[in-house]
């Protein structure tokens, strides 16, 4: 993997080169790809400047730790470099398949978490609201903050993929290897709970 990992993140804003990224199949990523697998390290901080936002804030909003998302993220592209040569257009869209190996790393060390540390508060390990359940009061913002952090593993999950990774149902269904029919349902019973949890604080 290319070296400078540390840096891109503070540095991803600023990459101003636009690459070609689209294919006959429609995945944009595949001529990118293509590029990584022959060794062009151009081509994979390119990559990095357009997925690591997206890779690192769902691994933080997950995790609540930086210094775990900085892992999480190193992880994922250190996977991209490797496989990249393997990558084959068509079987899944390369977007797809990053945000499913962020969310499995992600729930790895959630596990181990759960498996050797003591309980915190909840407050603690809490994922940031969505931006439709942001409230302008702290202390209703901390509200919502355990509301969301309160739900089962799975409608979480999709309530990120969703609202937070900007991700379509078919693809967030995709990442979380579920049926699209099952992400919705997962979705509507969250909103549900969420909407009877913070009832007093609607307008």
């Known amino acids: 993997m290319p070296t400078?990992?540390?840096?891109?993140?503070?540095?991803?804003r600023k990459a101003g080169t636009r690459e070609d990224m689209t294919d006959p199949d429609g995945d944009p990523d595949a001529d990118l790809l293509a590029r990584i697998g022959m060794g062009e390290e151009a081509a994979f901080r390119t990559l990095m400047a357009h997925k690591l936002p997206r890779v690192h804030g769902l691994a933080l909003r997950l995790l609540r730790d930086s210094a775990l998302a900085d892992d999480v993220a190193q992880e994922v592209f250190l996977r991209v470099w490797r496989q990249a040569r393997a990558w084959r257009p068509g079987a899944a869209r390369f977007d797809t398949w990053l945000h499913r190996v962020a969310l499995n790393l992600c729930?790895?060390?959630?596990?181990?978490?759960r498996e050797v540390a003591v309980a915190e508060p909840p407050d603690q390990v809490d994922p940031a609201p969505g931006a439709d359940f942001m409230l302008a009061r702290d202390a209703e913002a901390r509200r919502v903050e355990r509301a969301v952090a309160a739900l089962p593993a799975r409608q979480r999950e999709a309530l990120v993929?969703?609202?937070y990774q900007g991700l379509s149902n078919i693809e967030a269904a995709a990442a979380l290897g579920i049926s699209v029919e099952a992400l919705e349902s997962l979705l509507a019973r969250a909103r549900r709970a969420l909407r009877q949890q913070l009832e007093d604080l609607r307008p």
């Open 4 to 12: 400078g990992w540390a840096g891109r993140r503070r540095n991803q």
């Open 107 to 113: 729930l790895d060390r959630l596990r181990r978490r």
């Open 161 to 163: 993929m969703q609202v």
